[in-house]
T-cell receptor, first 113, second 111 residues
């Protein structure tokens, strides 16, 4: 069975551009989490969905960030406009329910110049 | 005060020794505790979780939880160079369906 799929794996963009990161959770999993990881701040939860509904978006840094989950098999994280301080690795994770075992995707390394 | 604290390391141990990784947390209502391993450039992977006070063993790994003292630890017996990675402690605060991660401890096992 395929694990969590994220695309793109690497993204380099210029400041001010829109960035869209994509995630396909493991089939049958009904909870999805978006994380950001940097050396300075570690692994931070941005937002999580349960049954496609956003439950907690308190970790979303500001209005430039938005996330959607239009169906059980797809989620996006959008940054508009992007800034150099958004450079990080963004992970998506899913669980069959709750947080007992979060399966992480390979991550998207974002560089904003 | 950070919610989940770990010594950043590096913790250096010789091959075959026991590696001891520690984590403290601030929310006394926390119920679930997790250890993730992250190799450089890779994503975190769950290696153990523990809910009750005491020890939980899985192969070479033992998780220990002491809720009264608000700490959780991970012991790795017979450490191997392949265990060299960053170990992340994660805590689920009481009443929340999410994890708070520590900054991680880098473990280096040398031959």
């Amino acid at each position: 069975d395929a694990g969590v799929i994220q695309s793109p794996r690497h993204e380099v963009t210029e400041m001010g551009q829109e960035v869209t990161l994509r995630c396909k959770p493991i089939s049958g999993h009904n909870s999805l989490f978006w994380y950001r990881q940097t050396m300075m701040r570690g692994l931070e939860l941005l937002i999580y969905f349960n049954n496609n509904v956003p439950i907690d978006d308190s970790g979303m840094p500001e209005d430039r960030f938005s996330a959607k989950m239009p169906n059980a098999s797809f989620s996006t994280l959008k940054i508009q406009p992007s800034e150099p301080r958004d450079s990080a690795v963004y992970f998506c994770a899913s669980t069959p329910g709750g947080v007992n075992e979060q399966y992480f995707g390979p991550g998207t390394r974002l560089t904003v110049t | 005060q950070k919610e989940v604290e770990q010594n950043s390391g590096p913790l250096s141990v010789p091959e075959g020794a026991i590696a001891s990784l520690n984590c403290t947390y601030s929310d006394r209502g926390s119920q679930s505790f997790f250890w993730y391993r992250q190799y450089s450039g890779k994503s975190p992977e769950l290696i153990m979780f523990i809910y009750s006070n005491g020890d939980k063993e899985d192969g070479r790994f033992t998780a220990q939880l002491n809720k009264a003292s608000q700490y959780v630890s991970l012991l790795i017996r017979d450490s191997q160079p392949s265990d060299s990675a960053t170990y992340l402690c994660a805590v689920m605060p009481g009443g929340y369906n999410k994890l708070i991660f520590g900054a991680g401890t880098r473990l280096a096992v040398h031959p």
